[in-house]
């Protein structure tokens, strides 16, 4: 870069990054490949959906929902609420009432669609954006949040939900979750009439550049563990783009593991509900792991800590809201007539008042004492955390004369 | 009682608590066909198949975050690395996922985990295979860490921590898997977070753990015939450290020299020092010597010997305690 390129002060960041990415044409491009989909982005629904999966045709027909009125009502209606959900925590953040937050919007078909095709006896390990796939597993709204609102760094009984709780350091889950595939075939050895159960290790395209991603696919491969690895694509790890991490389509991965992958669009709900039905039902019959390539874009920042506009276009964000998967979902139910406006109407309201509970909900919530963190340390007593208990009691009751220590 | 290895003593103790718990598996690297690089699990796989003893992929973060995984699920796996300094690819998954789940579902989920992890030097090997890391893993809350120093501990001890609901880390002394020993089979041994006098004494302490165990005693031995009494505790848990008993121990004797194979600088015999210097202060008649590695990567085997803490450097710490 010479001199009359550097940036001026009052240079918007906005231009800067226009000009560094015209002497860089292509390189934030993501890499070619084919992406399953249905419901297209103007609003239109495909007949049918096929791919080419691992050698053979698999025709996605019986796992689609295209057709089925309520269930499609009840898709958006997951989606409508859990960007509502969205919106508030962000509102919330911004008031000082939660430390930070993660926002999902424009993964939300990605979620609630992979989440609604789980059943009951599957078990999903998420990152930490995953609030839409916590909404299908039944986690209340307000237990999304204690995390950050800094009262727990989990929220739920993951054994009530079959969804395990949100994982910090990436992709470490992924691995948890292949050793909890082979807990599953271990028990249904020795109990052939249980439900076969499938798990899920969620991560994205930032994560799959950990090691943990490769050798999570391995034992997954080397032992058939029945797993769907469902990777959200959604371009950004930050500020850094998917092509850094890889130079093929993530799918395509799976091939070198020797398992199935399919890349579909993870703005189109129902494509990714018959993909995870698909994949689920494959891991579920012993045929070993799936890799899912949602194709998506995290339409907001990496956290309320982060600043978009740093390191990519508006134009960019711009297009992808032509794709919003609510959007396109919406405009089916309207003109194909499945919704009318009073759906539409009762939504809104039903989302309003979630909110209004929602922030009653994180307002309310208390701080545990640091004298109960020593509880959780270890299952069985252990001398050393029972005597700094006692030192902590003894200095706190110090206080006592002048009220709680601050 | 039978007489045994070391080796052999965990060989049994892992072949109990196979038979005694269908949710015990295990994992690690060549542990199956082969019976692990040192035959710590020979026989096991043919026994109890190859579901139950699983010779995993090369990788170790996989082989702990799998077990975390299958913890999860309600099953007991104990993994084996295969040496001290291929414990770090898997450094991660223990110390941000199994020593936090407690703490992190605020007391809800358990992973009893136990990692087997052959440590120590003495056997004239490559770079990586005579490490001592144990105080990176006892700063790490969450985590139980024991080691045995004979056949009866290593018996029993790894099945109490099988049944422990924390993750443990069993630190087994590589260089002793040889030495023999009786094993009770029928009465089990001690609280394995628990320390040991093994000889009694009445002029110092040593407090030694692991391979340093036959040291520590040898130099006692040595002691005694210059007529100094000298009392030898065997830490054998190193997270969490039975206090009460070192500090019982130099409240009478006085002087205390803690020895092990790990550098000592930020290692355990510092916060045995600390601790020691803060609860017998008024019965010390010399400050807490140290005998430990030195701040250098393990050495290259032909000079090993000068390296690790032997009969002499344990005597010479014990003079300097004594000039005091």
Known sequence: ?406 | MATMTIAKAINEGLRASLAHDPKTLLMGEDIGELGGVYRVTDGLKREFGAMRVVDTPLAESGIIGTAIGLALRGYRPICEIQFDGFVFPGFNQITTQLAKLRTRSDGMLSAPVVIRIPYGGGIGSVEHHSESPEALFAHTAGLRIITPSNPQDAYWMIQQAVTCEDPVIVFEPKRRYWLKGDVDTRTPAADPFTAQVLRRGSDATVVAYGPLVPVALAAAAAAAEDGRSIEVIDLRSISPIDFDTVTASVTRTGRLVVAHEAPTFGGLGGEIAARISEWAFLSLEAPVIRVGGFHMPYPVARVEEQYLPDIDRILEALDRAFAY
């Not at chain 1, 799959?208 to 034992?219: N, T």
């Open chain 1, 1 to 406: 870069m010479n001199a009359s390129r550097l940036p001026a002060a009052e240079f918007e960041a906005e231009e800067v990054l226009r000009a560094a990415h015209a002497a860089d044409v292509g390189r934030d491009q993501e890499p070619g490949g084919e992406m399953l989909q249905v419901l297209s982005s103007d609003g239109s629904m495909a007949g049918g959906m096929a791919a080419e999966v691992a050698g053979s045709t698999v025709d996605f027909a019986p796992y689609l929902s295209a057709t089925d009125a309520p269930h499609l009502r009840s898709l958006y209606r997951d989606m409508f609420l859990i960007r509502r959900f969205d919106q508030e925590s962000t509102a919330l953040q911004r008031q000082g009432q939660l430390a930070l937050w993660v926002p999902l919007t424009g993964q939300e078909a990605a979620q609630i669609g992979s989440g609604r095709a789980l059943q009951p006896q599957d078990y999903a390990f998420p990152t930490y954006r995953e609030h839409g796939v916590a909404l299908t597993r039944g986690v209340r709204f307000d237990e999304i949040l204690r995390l950050f609102r800094g009262v727990t760094n989990g929220g739920w009984d993951p054994r009530e939900r079959n969804f395990h709780l949100y994982t910090l350091v990436l992709a470490a889950q992924s691995l948890h979750a292949v050793g909890y595939a082979m807990g599953m075939q271990r028990d249904q050895l020795a109990d052939p009439s249980l439900p076969q159960g499938v798990s899920v290790a969620y991560f994205g395209d930032g994560a799959s550049s950990e090691g943990d991603i490769h050798e999570s696919m391995v034992f997954a491969a080397s032992f058939d563990a029945p797993v769907v690895f469902f990777c959200q694509n959604n371009q950004w790890a930050i500020s850094v783009p998917s092509s850094v991490q890889t130079k093929v389509p993530l799918a395509k991965r799976a091939e070198g593991y020797g398992f199935p992958g399919v890349r579909v669009d993870g703005n189109d709900v129902v494509a990714v509900e018959a993909v995870m039905r698909w994949a689920l039902e494959h891991a579920r019959t012993g045929k070993g792991p799936v890799l899912i390539e949602a194709y998506t874009y995290r339409m907001s920042a990496h956290t309320t800590a982060d600043d978009p506009t740093k390191y990519r276009l508006s134009r960019d964000e711009q297009e992808w809201q032509t794709r919003d998967p609510l959007a396109r979902l919406e405009a089916y139910l309207r003109t194909a007539g499945l919704a009318d406006e009073s759906f539409f109407e009762e939504l809104g309201a039903e989302a309003r008042s979630m909110a209004t509970d929602l922030r009653e909900a994180v307002l309310s919530m208390t701080a545990p004492d640091l004298e109960s963190r020593f509880a959780a340390v270890y299952a069985e007593p252990h001398p050393l955390v029972q005597e700094e208990l006692r030192f902590f009691q003894q200095y706190e009751a110090g206080f006592a004369d002048e009220g709680k220590h601050a």
